[in-house]
Every structure is written in structure tokens, then in C-alpha cells.
């Protein structure tokens, strides 16, 4: 077949599908779809691929019905066209929902783009798919919506990558309805099932304890561990969650020059903490764990100190300065105290560097010395 005659064969299918009716659709749809998934061998890729344009040119325009029965069709099939799979999974919910749940012929690559675009019910089907990568899992959680979230830990055949179950586990204290499945899967480690045996309820904590053992000894230790932790922030959370999602999203914003102090501004107004610590870390040059002590300390001076390292403009740290005391006391304020922006001025960039270097350098120290001031 040479291309010319394909392109009329294509041209000539559409135009018999626009002119029938719907039953003269349907049927010339199922031909070419039962001629496609042939498992004789008799059309060469070249072919396949050629009626698989077909296919989607003649979908598009198919009543709803029509795409749906095509899709639950094509759901089970391991021989499905590739681009017709792709779009029906794409389309209206009540036509992708077999295929999104059902296929394994739709790489992680286009699901992860359906997650990105498409809708919360979309999500939810791909959840409880009976097979979720890590990366389509982290996908779903990037998604930040509750419910599918909810739905992919219910998942046990979902993959999560450490770095996500401990960012999950972090939420868990935010969001009650995490906990119970969280603790209900078998590859949550121990030591992270502990972490949250201070905000789970009675009944739940009996689960850690029966369902998660180690020894008593050993138990002390944790305890006493995440005790220090939380005295230290008040949600440790958000910590373990910021070296999996903000930090990447603040070097993406860095390598694009868009990590400005504008930037973090507005990060900060719109109550994005761990993004606005990420970005700090990176214009500081320190981790992440020593801007979150500082951000989250009341007292602003450890903030002027780190403002004043990467030559941030007083203007600017007047006004971030501003958002955190008002976050703090939880009272809008115009001022700040005079004796910090003293402070500001009076420290020079390379001792506020030299400083800040060394909360980097002596972290332990430092969440002891926290710990034992509160």
C-alpha cells in the first residue's frame, strides 16, 4: 500500500463514518478495530500503525456510547492500537475508566501525563490500577489531591519509593484519613510507622505497637528520638516531605532564574513553607533542616541572619519578615522591632555567612540547644 493510497483509504473511511449512522458506524469502527488486534500476523507494523490512525480520526467523532464500548473492548486487550488506547484513556471519564484501570498497555509515561492533566476521577482510576510504578505513584501524590491519595495507599499492589512513604507518613498528620492504611501496608517500615504514634488515635497506636514490634529498649529510643524531633519543629512533617518534592521544585525554579526574592515572597504569603524553606537552602547554600529551624524559630533574628548571608535587599527582607511574625503570633502587624532591623543593617554579609555556615555544620548541636530552650 503506498502512502498516497493509504492517505485516500483514511480520507475515504472518515467521510463513510461522517455520512452513516450510528449503527454504520459502530460496525465499520469494530471491523477495523477486529482487524487491528488480529493475533494472526497478517499486517505488518506499517499496517498496524496506519489503522491506528484510522481508528483515532474515526473515534473522535464517535458518539459517547460508541467510545465507551470501544474502550471496554479494548481495556483487556494486550494487542490494543497504541494511539487509539491512549486517547480513549484520555477521554471523558465515563470512556476512560475501564481502560485507565484495566490496560497494561499504557506506559507509565502516558499515565503520569494523564495524571498531570486530567481530572480527579481520572486520578482515582489510575490509583487503583493492579499496577502502579513509583513513578506514577509520586505522579499522584505531586497531584496533592486527598482522596486519590487516600486511594493509592489503599493500593498494596501501588509502588511508593521511601522518599514517598515518609512523605506520606508526614501527612498522615494533617490528614486522619492517611493513617489507618498507611499502617495497613506491609512495606511501611517500622521506624516510620513509630513517627506517627503521637498523632494517630488509641486504637491506632495499639496497631503500631502489635503491628509494627521491636523491642522495648529499642522502642525507648525511637520514642525519645521523635520526641526531640517534634519539640524541635512543630511538624516534623513538613521536613521529611521537603527533600522529596520542594527541594527539586526550588532547583527547577533556580536553573530557570526564576528562584527570585519576589519568588519567595510570594511563596511565603500563599502559606508554601516548604517551598520557601527549599529555595532559601539553595540561594544559602545549606540544607534544608537548618532553614526550617530558622523559619520556624519566633524570633526573627536567625532569619535576618540568613537574609543578610545571601545579600537579600532590606526592603524585602522587611517584608518576609513581616509574613513570619504575623504567622507566628497570628496577628496581622506593620512593624517589626527596630532592634531587628538593626541587626540587619549592622551584620555584615560575610559574618552572617560565616554563621550561618556553622548552624549547617553543628545541626545536632543546634536541635539540642532548640530542644533544651523550649
Not at 501525563?113 to 490509583?127: D, S, Y
Not at 498522615?172 to 506491609?186: C, G, K, N
Not at 543593617?345 to 560565616?354: G, H, N, V
Request: overall charge negative.
Amino acid at each position: 500500500m503506498s502512502v498516497t493510497g493509504a492517505e485516500k483509504d483514511i480520507s475515504s473511511l472518515i467521510a463513510m463514518a461522517r455520512q452513516g449512522t450510528l449503527h454504520s458506524r459502530q460496525i465499520l469502527a469494530e471491523n477495523i478495530l477486529d482487524l487491528s488486534i488480529t493475533d494472526e500476523g497478517r499486517l505488518s507494523d506499517r499496517e498496524r500503525a496506519l489503522i491506528d490512525q484510522v481508528l483515532v480520526r474515526l473515534v473522535k467523532e464517535f458518539e459517547l456510547q460508541i467510545r465507551q464500548k470501544l474502550a471496554g473492548k479494548l481495556a483487556d486487550s494486550p494487542v490494543a492500537p497504541k494511539g487509539l488506547l491512549e486517547m480513549l484513556a484520555n477521554d471523558e471519564i465515563e470512556v476512560a475508566r475501564p481502560v485507565l484501570q484495566r490496560s497494561k498497555l499504557l506506559s507509565d509515561e502516558t499515565l503520569i501525563e494523564i495524571v498531570r492533566q486530567r481530572t480527579k476521577e481520572h486520578l482515582l482510576c489510575i490509583a487503583i490500577r493492579d499496577t502502579v510504578s513509583e513513578g506514577v505513584s509520586q505522579a499522584l501524590i505531586d497531584r496533592d489531591v486527598p482522596e486519590v491519595i487516600e486511594a493509592l495507599i489503599r493500593n498494596p499492589k501501588a509502588e511508593l519509593s521511601a522518599a514517598a512513604m515518609a512523605y506520606l507518613v508526614a501527612e498522615s498528620r494533617r490528614f486522619d484519613q492517611f493513617q489507618e492504611p498507611l499502617l495497613r501496608r506491609t512495606d511501611l517500615p517500622s521506624n516510620l510507622a513509630h513517627s506517627m504514634f503521637w498523632w494517630v488515635s488509641a486504637a491506632l497506636r495499639n496497631q503500631i505497637l502489635t503491628e509494627h514490634p521491636i523491642k522495648e529498649h529499642e522502642l525507648d529510643m525511637a520514642l525519645e528520638s521523635v520526641t526531640s524531633d517534634l519539640i524541635e519543629t512543630d511538624d516534623e512533617a513538613r521536613r521529611l516531605s521537603t527533600e522529596n518534592t520542594a527541594v527539586s521544585l526550588a532547583q527547577k525554579m533556580e536553573n530557570e532564574q526564576q528562584l527570585t526574592p519576589e519568588t519567595l515572597i510570594d511563596l511565603l504569603r500563599r502559606q508554601r513553607i516548604s517551598a520557601f524553606c527549599a529555595g532559601f537552602s539553595i540561594l544559602a547554600g545549606v540544607n534544608f533542616t537548618t532553614v526550617n529551624r530558622i523559619i520556624l524559630d519566633p524570633d526573627l533574628t536567625p532569619f535576618a541572619i540568613l537574609c543578610r548571608s545571601t545579600d537579600i535587599p532590606e526592603a524585602y527582607f522587611s517584608a518576609m519578615a513581616l509574613l513570619l511574625q504575623s504567622r507566628h503570633t497570628r496577628k496581622q502587624s506593620a512593624t517589626l522591632a527596630p532592634k531587628l532591623l538593626d541587626l540587619f543593617k549592622e551584620i555584615s554579609p560575610d559574618s552572617a555567612r560565616i554563621t550561618l555556615r556553622y548552624w549547617h555544620s553543628d545541626s545536632v548541636l543546634q536541635k539540642n540547644v532548640a530542644g533544651k530552650a523550649i
